[in-house]
């Protein structure tokens, strides 16, 4: 029987989400990848208990995580019964969303009210909650109005299915735009989720403004570029990792020359700072008090223990920060 760390809330640091009385951990463990019906379930338990061990309280998961999609809300749920019971789920944070392809047909993703409404309730079927604590809007629908899929999040809201509501994967403009309709529907946008880490660096063009200009929250996505800011790929691809999976989102094409040798120059500045690569790459983005969680995904316990301490040194000299860039550029 699973029994909670007792000194969990002692290890671990939480930021305040935006202008919210929110408070989110400063890593948060994402189920995208491993957790699904093709992955060892004991792993992916492994992976959840140990997080929440050290404090991690939020899960970010969506509709479509797995293969196949929706199993990883399924297992999720399935964690939840076993370990978590009833009386924990006030300690966590279940972030789903829904925009991308979940089933056939006109109505099975993007941005309408019927698609949106429909996918959370079979969210909350799968993992067996009464409510989300964050639904977001996965991707903007350039076909739906904003008014609708912005009055699908409230609506969400007024049933009391989720507390807040977020937004990904839109830009700057998509962002203000959405950001306006809902203060006129009176409810606030409670945190904001780009990609966004050293290799992908789109929201410094605009977006972290507008975030920062309306007090939302931001929690970065696939940090360590989906495994390449670690040492996983330093000397080819791993038959078990994510480049070399069929399922996997992380092309073998994207482990490039460049990429590797891009990512052995950060690992001199990690060993200077006794960081691994990974650890590097989160602190980074952690640095400024406007990154409130960042959102890791992780196929062991090691790597997650590995990733949690990039929490014990989070600053940079502006030497530092200049010869990162200099790397990246
Ligand atoms: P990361 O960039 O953190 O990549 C995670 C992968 O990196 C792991 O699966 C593992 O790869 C490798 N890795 C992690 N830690 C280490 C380590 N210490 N040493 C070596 N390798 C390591 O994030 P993800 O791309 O997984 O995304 C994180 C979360 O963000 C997702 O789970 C999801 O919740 C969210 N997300 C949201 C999206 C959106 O559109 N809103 C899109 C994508 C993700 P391996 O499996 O090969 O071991």
């Known amino acids: ?18 202008n919210s009385g929110l408070m989110l951990p400063e890593i948060s463990l994402g189920l995208w990848h491993n957790f699904g019906g093709v ?21 970010d998961l969506a509709n479509n995580y797995g293969p196949p999609p929706g199993s990883a809300e399924e297992n999720f749920g399935r964690i939840l019964a076993k370990d978590f019971h009833g009386y924990l789920r006030d300690e966590l944070i279940i972030s789903t969303k829904a925009g991308y392809r979940m089933w056939p047909g006109p109505y099975g993703e993007w941005g309408s009210k019927k698609y949106l409404i429909s996918s959370l309730d079979q969210s909350l079927k799968r993992m067996k909650l009464d409510y989300v604590d964050i639904f977001y809007s996965h991707r903007p629908d350039p076909n739906t109005p904003l008014e609708e899929t912005m009055g699908a999040l409230v ?23 959405a950001l306006d309709i809902l203060e006129e529907m ?54 078990d990792s ?64 590995n990733n949690l301490k990039s929490m014990q040194n989070t600053l940079f000299s502006p030497e530092e920060l200049m010869a990162i860039d200099n790397i990246l550029t």
Not at 39 to 59: I, K, L, Y
Not at 260 to 266: C, K, N
């Open 155 to 177: 609506q969400a809201l007024d049933s009391g299915k989720a507390l807040y509501v977020g937004l990904s994967n839109y830009d700057a403009e998509q962002t203000r735009l």
């Open 39 to 59: 992955d060892v379930f004991e792993n992916a338990r492994s992976m959840v208990r140990f997080a929440f061990d050290q404090g991690v309280t939020h899960f």
């Open 186 to 239: 009176g409810v606030s946008c409670l945190i904001h989720q780009p990609k966004y880490s050293m290799f992908v660096r789109d929201p410094e063009e605009g977006l972290l403004d507008v975030l920062r200009e309306n007090g939302v929250g931001c929690i970065p996505f696939s940090p360590l570029a989906q495994g390449l800011l670690t040492d996983r790929y330093l000397h080819g691809i791993p038959a």
């Open 1 to 18: 029987m699973y029994q909670p760390n007792k000194e969990r809330y002692e290890k671990m640091n939480y930021r305040r989400c935006g």
């Open 242 to 305: 994510r480049a070399a999976k069929s399922h996997g989102f992380l092309h073998p094409e994207e482990v490039s020359e460049h990429r590797i040798s891009q990512v052995r120059a950060l690992k001199s500045i990690a060993d200077a700072r006794e960081q691994s690569i990974s650890q590097l790459a989160i602190a980074w983005l952690l640095r400024t008090s406007q990154i409130t969680t960042v959102l890791i995904g992780a196929s062991s316990v090691d790597q997650l223990s």
